[in-house]
């Protein structure tokens, strides 16, 4: 009977372990998923072929790529390490990123570069290019650091006045 009450409390301390994935495959619109699944989503580890030749080897969240890992995109480049909720940044200088945007739908592979705003806006990231050989603001990113300081000006000329 002791036997008996342990075999029963090692198959219930075991069931408690037990990871609720399973590893599968799945056609999203994107490309083809081959890992971890849960709930019908891509969830855990695994590896993205997507169609245009990239592959992505890592971590996904309900079919959101999010966490440790690497991808190979069509023309042999790697990056590698955190991606957050479908982005990955690369340092170029203390000035410019570059930006690696991968989703499971949709337009789902692109990169851009980003430039670090000035002054007051110096927190955010604004919309660059290259030209002739160096990143300068695309006029979209120009206009969002121009509304940027705008608004930054505004409410800190606001705060200053006092009774």
């Given at each position: 009977?002791?036997?008996?009450?342990?075999?029963?409390?090692?198959?219930?301390?075991?069931?408690?372990?037990?990871?609720?994935?399973y590893?599968?495959?799945?056609?999203?619109?994107a490309g083809?998923?081959e890992?971890?699944?849960?709930?019908?989503k891509?969830?855990?580890?695994?590896?993205?072929?997507?169609?245009?030749?990239?592959?992505?080897?890592?971590?996904?969240s309900?079919?959101r790529?999010?966490?440790?890992?690497?991808?190979?995109?069509?023309?042999?480049?790697?990056?590698?390490?955190?991606?957050?909720?479908?982005k990955?940044?690369?340092?170029?200088?203390k000035?410019?990123?570059?930006?690696?945007?991968?989703?499971t739908?949709?337009?789902?592979y692109?990169?851009?570069?980003?430039?670090?705003?000035?002054?007051?806006a110096?927190?955010?990231?604004?919309?660059?290019?290259?030209?002739?050989?160096?990143?300068?603001?695309?006029a979209?990113?120009?206009?969002?650091m121009?509304l940027?300081l705008?608004?930054?000006?505004?409410?800190?000329s606001?705060?200053s006045s006092?009774?």
């Amino acid at each position: 009977m002791k036997k008996f009450r342990y075999l029963i409390i090692i198959i219930i301390l075991n069931l408690s372990f037990i990871n609720l994935s399973y590893s599968e495959t799945l056609n999203l619109p994107a490309g083809i998923w081959e890992g971890d699944v849960k709930k019908g989503k891509a969830h855990g580890k695994g590896v993205i072929t997507f169609k245009n030749g990239a592959v992505y080897e890592g971590k996904i969240s309900k079919n959101r790529i999010h966490g440790v890992g690497k991808l190979i995109n069509k023309d042999g480049e790697v990056y590698e390490g955190k991606w957050r909720y479908g982005k990955f940044y690369q340092k170029i200088d203390k000035k410019t990123r570059k930006v690696i945007i991968l989703q499971t739908k949709g337009r789902f592979y692109w990169e851009r570069h980003e430039i670090r705003g000035t002054d007051n806006a110096s927190r955010k990231w604004f919309a660059a290019e290259k030209k002739s050989g160096e990143f300068v603001l695309t006029a979209a990113g120009k206009r969002k650091m121009e509304l940027a300081l705008k608004s930054e000006n505004d409410s800190s000329s606001g705060s200053s006045s006092g009774c």
